[in-house]
């Protein structure tokens, strides 16, 4: 990884513990070409005849004559063990969930300036349920949250899906939550960052996000290993808390073909100061997708891709929890985002 890149992270550490994050990304030494000796005559005997051609394809496995004694797909006789990632379409969001930690892989949306102007949805309508197109067993359930200290967090969220009750309901769904830390992230910077990606369509005709939560490693201070660490709660304990969430932008100019701005985030599960840069949590699109296993953009060419933050002033533009409650009831924010200086 590059220098930059290692800074770029780097800068994303709120005091809460976002300097894991860069610790771990920035932690693997540049690779060094290996110095191989000269042979001696004595390692390389002279050849009298030439090497024979490499294959042009792939090399056969041998023909076995009698069949192998032991048949190990025959377990699938009895069901696939899995993993099974539970894909789920809808009117407002598209998941993918991880029936281990019961939260989704990630979640994708779509807003465009006509469907946060339509005000066809009131989030006072809509309840938090489970869902039932996971298996029971894996499912995570209202009860989990009960007491546990954190907010069902949003993935997609509501104000996103105003444009029908039936759309906003949806991201309602436990698949679209994860546990977040309420104060000071899930209810504000959290919350500033979701309205960011709002503003971004009086910039651009087309915006689509996917948001999801990582697992990411800490050193520990006392042996100086690397360690993944995080909390579970719910009854029994089953859904698991993310240490940090990441977003993924992509600002589409419209056009057949166009370019496409690209922004990614990684921000810590914990309080963040309302005056921290956005652009501190900038990463690359490729830091995310190693860790959370993913990948986001391998069909969009180099050529048509554009850094976001080049493009468009990435900051946030801080609001009181309840004033942006009364705004998310009305008319959607008229600010426009201005370019970078």
């Given amino acids: 990884m590059s220098k930059a890149t290692i800074a770029i992270i780097a800068a994303a550490s709120a005091a809460t513990g976002a300097a894991a994050t860069a610790a771990f990304f920035s932690s693997r030494p540049d690779r060094k070409a290996v110095q191989i000796p000269p042979s001696s005559p004595i390692d390389s005997p002279s050849r009298t005849s030439p090497l024979p051609p490499a294959p042009s394809g792939p090399v056969p496995l041998p ?39 019961r939260n989704p892989h990630w979640v994708a949306e779509h807003i465009t300036p006509a469907s946060l102007a339509t005000n066809s949805g009131d989030r006072k309508h809509s309840y938090f349920v489970e869902d039932d ?25 509501a104000a996103d899906a105003k444009w029908s009750q039936e759309a906003m309901d949806q991201t309602f769904l436990l698949t679209n939550m994860c546990p977040q830390v ?40 006392v042996d100086n290993k690397w360690r993944v660490s995080y909390e579970v709660i719910g009854n029994p304990p089953n859904v698991a808390v993310p240490t940090h969430f990441y977003k993924v932008i992509f600002a589409e100019d419209g056009r057949t073909g166009g370019n496409v701005s690209l922004g990614a985030f990684v921000l810590p599960n914990a309080e963040i100061a309302s005056n921290k840069p956005l652009v501190d949590f900038e990463v690359p699109i490729g830091a995310v997708e190693r860790a959370s296993g993913l990948e986001f953009a391998s069909k969009l060419p180099t050529q048509r891709r554009k850094r976001l933050c080049s493009e468009v002033n990435c900051s946030l533009i801080v609001r009181q929890y309840a004033e942006r409650q009364r705004d998310l009831q009305g008319a959607p924010v008229r600010k426009r985002l201005q370019p970078p200086a």
């Avoid at 359930?141 to 967090?153: M, T």
């Fill in 63 to 101: 023909v076995r004559d009698t069949p192998p004694p032991v048949n190990p797909a025959g377990l699938l006789q009895y069901g696939f063990p899995g993993p099974v990632n539970d894909l789920r379409p809808g009117l407002s969001i598209m998941s993918s969930f991880d029936r281990r930690t």
């Fill in 133 to 157: 197109t996971v298996p029971e067993k894996f499912r995570a359930k209202l009860h989990d949250y009960f007491r546990s200290g954190y907010d069902r967090g949003h993935q997609v969220p």
């Fill in 182 to 221: 309420g104060d000071g992230f899930n209810r504000d910077y959290w919350a500033h960052l979701e309205d960011f990606c709002r503003r971004l369509t009086h910039s651009y005709p087309s915006v689509r996000i996917v948001t999801g939560p990582l697992y990411l490693p800490r050193k520990d201070p």
